[in-house]
């Protein structure tokens, strides 16, 4: 494998490995991640940034990318990101979602049992999530 490969299905955009690579796979990632954000598609924002997570697996990785994608999404979460430049990983979760507060005290319990040290988070009340993501657009 020397490579990913971008291709559009059903639920959206995919990321998969390829033995040739994909020419302009991060302009894809940006067209999906403006999608996303203009949108306000979480899930979508969730795949996008997952699928970068695990490009940067060839330059960076992340021991226990695989493992919190799985108890990301065991528990409901959109997704993972990743700094391109360090050790550090976040899950990513729909604040409108119900039972969301359960399902991420259910992840940090779950970061513990693997080892992993939770240094900071972030929530974001629903009712303010639309001004977030708004905000977000105008600074990108």
């Known amino acids: 494998m020397t490579g990913w490969c971008c291709s559009r299905t059903a639920r959206g955009w995919c990321w998969r490995p390829s033995a040739t690579?994909?020419?302009g796979?991060?302009?894809?990632l940006r067209a999906a991640l403006r999608r996303a954000v203009t949108l306000e598609d979480v899930e979508l924002l969730g795949r996008?940034?997952?699928?970068?997570?695990?490009?940067?697996?060839?330059?960076?990785?992340?021991p226990k990318l695989e493992p919190l994608l799985e108890l990301?999404?065991?528990?409901?979460g959109s997704g993972i990101q990743v700094a391109h430049s360090g050790t550090v990983a976040g899950l990513i979760f729909d604040p409108h979602r119900p039972g969301v507060d359960a399902a991420v005290q259910r992840c940090l319990a779950g970061?513990?049992?693997?080892?992993?040290?939770?240094?900071?988070q972030i929530g974001v009340e629903p009712?303010?999530?639309?001004?977030?993501?708004t905000q977000m657009r105008v600074s990108g």
């Not at 990301?72 to 409901?76: E, S, T």
């Open 127 to 133: 009712a303010k999530a639309k001004v977030e993501i």
């Open 21 to 23: 690579g994909c020419r």
């Open 72 to 76: 990301c999404r065991r528990n409901g």
């Open 48 to 62: 996008v940034a997952t699928a970068s997570a695990r490009i940067n697996q060839r330059f960076l990785p992340k």
């Open 111 to 120: 970061i513990g049992e693997m080892g992993l040290t939770v240094t900071d």
């Open 25 to 28: 796979a991060f302009q894809v």
